[in-house]
C-alpha cells in the first residue's frame, strides 16, 4: 500500500485527482483480482456468468470504501501548488 501511495502522490496532480486515481486504480485492481478468482472456480462450481459480477463486483466496492476511508485520513501533496 505504501508503494502504491507514494506512486500515487508523485504525480503532478491535483489531491482530488490523485484521490480519483487511486480509488479507480484500486478498485480495478480487485475487479481483476475477482475476476481471477473466478475463473479458477469456474470450472468446478459455477456455469453460468451470473457470479462473475459478484465476484469483480463486491471486491471493487469493499476497496473503493476502504480506500476512501483511508484518504479520508491520510491527505495527498497537492502537486500544482508547488509550482511556481
Not at 13 to 35: D, H, M
Not at 52 to 80: K, R, T
Request: charged share 15%.
Amino acid at each position: 500500500m505504501k508503494r502504491f501511495w507514494t506512486f500515487i502522490d508523485e504525480k503532478n496532480l491535483s489531491s482530488t485527482q490523485k484521490c480519483r486515481l487511486a480509488l479507480f486504480l484500486s478498485s480495478l485492481f480487485c475487479a481483476a483480482l475477482g475476476l481471477f478468482a473466478w475463473l479458477i472456480v469456474r470450472f468446478t462450481f459455477f456455469t453460468t456468468y451470473d457470479m462473475l459480477f459478484c465476484f469483480m463486483g463486491y471486491p471493487a466496492l469493499i476497496s473503493f470504501i476502504i480506500l476512501y476511508v483511508y484518504i479520508c485520513n491520510h491527505s495527498f501533496h497537492d502537486g500544482n501548488s508547488s509550482r511556481t
